[in-house]
C-alpha cells in the first residue's frame, strides 16, 4: 500500500532563507514521487518528479528534491525563499500498479515572511 | 489558451438538489479525472477515465455519476446533494495513465450545499 506522510502541516520562513518541506512515504512498489503546489483559489501545479532516473531532482522555481530510499523520504527544499512561495505544498506518491493512482499528503502551508 | 478549464468555479445550491460541474482539457491528453479536496485540503480520487472509459472509480457514492462524451470532456453530476459534498472539486488530465504521468489540474469548483 502506497501512502505520504508530511510532517508538517505549516512551515514560517523569512524571506531569503532555505525552505524545508518534509515527506516521507510508504510503498509496496519502487514509487514515482511528486510535489506539487496550490496557490490560493488554484489547481495544482507540478513542482517537480521523481521516476527513478537520478535522485536529486530538480524543479521549477529554483526548488529540489532528494529520493533518499534509506531513510523513505523525499524532502522538498529552496535556498532562498521569495514572497511568491507562499502557498500550499503536497508531496504525492504514486502507485505503479498500471493505474495512475496518485496518493496525497495532507499538505504544508509555506508562509513567507517579509 | 487554459489548459484544463472547469465551470463553474463556485457552485452554492440546497440539499436535494441535483448539479453538473463540466470539464474540458486542451492538452489532448488521454486521461482525465476527478479529485475531491475537503476543508482540510485532504486530495483524493473519485475518478478516472481514459478515452472515454472509466478506469478507476474509488469509494464514491452512486449519486455521483461522471460522464464522458469524449476525451477532451469529464462532466461531474451529483443528485440529491448533502451538506458532506460540500468541498473543491478539481478536474485533472494527463497523457497516459503511467505513474511518470503528471497531472495538469483546473482551478477548481467549489461547492458549498446549505
Known amino acids: 500500500a502506497q501512502s505520504v506522510t508530511q510532517l508538517d502541516s505549516h512551515v514560517s520562513v523569512s524571506e531569503g532563507t532555505p525552505v524545508l518541506l518534509r515527506c516521507n512515504y510508504s510503498?509496496?512498489?519502487?514509487?514515482?514521487l511528486f510535489w506539487y503546489v496550490q496557490h490560493p483559489n488554484k489547481g495544482l501545479q507540478l513542482l517537480l518528479k521523481y521516476t527513478s532516473a537520478a535522485t536529486l531532482v530538480k524543479g521549477i522555481n529554483g526548488f529540489e528534491a532528494e529520493f533518499k530510499k534509506s531513510e523513505t523520504s523525499f524532502h522538498l527544499t529552496k535556498p532562498s525563499a521569495h514572497m511568491s512561495d507562499a502557498a500550499e505544498y503536497f508531496c504525492v506518491v504514486s502507485d505503479r500498479s498500471g493505474a495512475n493512482n496518485l496518493f496525497f499528503g495532507t499538505g504544508t502551508r509555506l508562509t513567507v515572511i517579509p | 489558451d487554459t489548459a484544463v478549464s472547469q465551470t463553474p468555479k463556485y457552485l452554492v445550491t440546497q440539499m436535494g438538489n441535483d448539479k453538473s460541474i463540466k470539464c474540458e482539457q486542451n492538452l489532448g491528453h488521454d486521461t482525465m479525472y476527478w479529485y475531491k479536496q475537503d476543508s482540510k485540503k485532504f486530495l483524493k480520487i473519485m475518478f478516472s477515465?481514459?478515452?472515454?472509459?472509466?478506469?478507476i472509480n474509488e469509494t464514491v457514492p452512486n449519486r455521483f455519476s461522471p460522464k464522458s462524451p469524449d476525451k477532451a470532456h469529464l462532466n461531474l453530476h451529483i443528485n440529491s446533494l448533502e451538506l458532506g459534498d460540500s468541498a473543491v472539486y478539481f478536474c485533472a488530465s494527463s497523457q497516459g495513465q503511467g505513474s511518470d504521468s503528471p497531472l495538469h489540474f483546473g482551478n477548481g469548483t467549489r461547492l458549498t450545499v446549505t
Open positions: 477515465y481514459n478515452n472515454k472509459e472509466l478506469i
Open positions: 510503498s509496496s512498489y519502487s514509487p514515482s
